[in-house]
């Protein structure tokens, strides 16, 4: 592919998804009904987005196309689990899961 | 005004632990559009439109294969769905501000952006409040993603690849994913996700992601009256 076709990709995609960002903001006085109405959906969205983000990256070991069950992320997952359900912040679940990761790596190589 | 700064600076407090994993998946999307013969220049240009490392990446993969324009152009929009989501998430609070601030808010709505920004602390803030806080992270998520992908750039992979500092990226989720889980009915909209995201990641276009969060959501709604029917059915003998 030529440098203007590649240029002319990166508009079609760049306002693409501009437009799928914008969509329902700008919408937004003409869908507010709509809103309202799903507000039981909306409260049941972020579970379900936060756990189909991260399940399978958790679960399976890049490239996932091989389907390889990683038993060190999962262990590193459950200690990131276990303090988050004891801190609030974001920060210190990650640093144990990490550093847990780290450990087995080092354990088992 | 001094509030909104503190809502400003607390988002931007917040979205800095996530830098680690922005970082090296930056790093690859520089390096990466570098070795595939693209100037620095249309890297950073793709970066910036796109503002999508997934489909940035989805896109790097399609090129390199030849694949035609209209099929690339596509998949990576499908791949940036999940966004219509974040938007109607946000569009009562992005929706009536004035234009010049709506459009930059919307063009930097990301995974982080609505990580964050739906936690239940948050969900309890004032609307001006939570909008400060977005604004903070979002433009300091903005900041970190396009530096990392410049120092991709300038460095190639240089990250050893060993330390796996990507995997913080889902670890941070699945922080934030706890965080929210308060109750049966939220666990069991996770559970059910989780899944199926698992069980469908490997549909096209990244199109099992969607699926997954209908499959929860979806779930979640009806599972609860299931119960209820079950247990009424069971009447006396239940102890409730």
């Known amino acids: 592919m030529d440098n203007l076709t590649l240029w002319m990709l990166f508009f079609a995609v760049g306002l693409g998804t501009f437009l799928v960002r914008l969509s329902f903001i700008q919408l937004h006085g003409s869908t507010e009904a709509l809103i309202q109405r799903s507000k039981n959906v909306l409260m049941l969205l972020p579970p379900a987005i936060l756990a189909a983000l991260c399940i399978p990256a958790i679960v399976f070991s890049r490239p996932v196309t091989e389907y390889q069950v990683d038993p060190v992320q999962l262990l590193a997952a459950a200690v990131t689990i276990l ?27 | 005004m001094t509030d909104h700064r503190k809502q400003f600076w607390l988002g931007v407090r917040d979205l800095l632990p996530l830098v680690s994993g922005v970082l090296p ?17 249309m890297v950073m240009g793709m970066t910036v439109l796109f503002f999508a490392g997934s489909a940035q990446l989805a896109a790097y993969s399609l090129i390199q294969d030849n694949a035609p324009f209209i099929i690339i152009m596509i998949t990576a929009v499908v791949v940036n769905l999940r966004f219509a989501i974040y938007s109607a998430t946000f569009a009562p609070l992005l929706g009536p501000l004035k234009k010049r601030y709506r459009l930059p808010l919307a063009y930097m709505l990301s995974d982080q952006v609505y990580g964050l920004c739906s936690m239940p602390e948050q969900q309890q803030k004032s609307d001006s409040e939570r909008l400060w806080y977005l604004t903070g992270v979002a433009v300091s998520m903005a900041l970190s993603w396009i530096l990392s992908v410049v120092l991709g750039i300038a460095l190639g992979a240089s990250i050893p690849s060993h330390w796996s500092l990507e995997f913080t990226i889902p670890l941070a989720f699945l922080a934030m994913l706890v965080t929210t889980i308060s109750n049966r009915q939220l666990f ?53």
């Not at chain 1, 920060?91 to 088992?108: A, D, E, H």
């Not at chain 2, 930056?26 to 100037?39: P, Q």
């Not at chain 2, 969607?210 to 006396?236: D, F, H, M, N, T």
């Open chain 1, 83 to 109: 303090i988050a359900k004891f801190s609030r912040s974001v920060f210190w679940p990650v640093v144990g899961g990490m550093l847990c990761l780290w450990l087995l790596r080092i354990l088992s190589s």
């Open chain 2, 25 to 41: 998946f930056g790093l690859i999307a520089g390096a990466t559009g570098v070795s595939l013969g693209m100037t620095p220049e």
């Open chain 2, 188 to 240: 069991i909209v996770a559970l059910i996700s989780g899944s199926c995201a698992i069980g469908f990641q490997l549909l096209p276009y990244n199109t099992g992601f969607i699926v997954a969060v209908v499959a929860g959501v979806s779930a979640g709604l009806l599972i609860p009256g299931l119960w209820q029917k079950w247990v009424g059915r069971k009447g006396g003998d239940s102890h409730g």
